[in-house]
Nanobody
Framework: VQLQAYGGGSVQTGGSLRLSCAAS????????MAWFRQAPGKEREFVAS????????YYADSVKGRFTISKDKVKNTVYLQMNSLKPEDTAAYYC????????????WGQGTLVTVSS
């Protein structure tokens, strides 16, 4: 599985960005796709996840109601729509994938930087 994340940038507080993660693999039907982020000086944290073959999604409490994870099965792309951005959302965002029954995310894309200014 290869993942390529893009779409980061700089916005002001209250703005929006949409991140994209282009994925390539023979099949994604058994994968969980996710977004993580890592702010400077902090550990990487979970943001959101979705099952490739189902509607279930999970969000970190800090982004619920503001971020939406979605997927386009035709384009093999996972999105993270980020609205009402706050300075504390500033981080490098990573997309990741794991097998549905797995514990750890073992496929990672490169980070895309999101900067939110006040």
């Amino acid at each position: 599985v290869q993942l390529q994340a893009y779409g980061g940038g700089s916005v002001q507080t209250g703005g929006s960005l949409r991140l994209s993660c282009a994925a390539s693999a023979r099949t994604f039907s058994n994968y969980i796709m996710a977004w993580f982020r890592q702010a400077p000086g902090k550990e990487r944290e979970f943001v959101a996840s979705t099952a490739w073959s189902g509607p279930i999604t999970y969000y970190a409490d800090s982004v619920k109601g503001r971020f939406t994870i979605s997927k386009d099965k035709v384009k093999n792309t996972v999105y993270l729509q980020m609205n009402s951005l706050k300075p504390e959302d500033t981080a490098a965002y990573y997309c990741a994938a794991k097998n549905r029954g797995g514990t750890n995310y073992n496929y990672w894309g490169q980070g895309t930087l999101v900067t939110v200014s006040s």
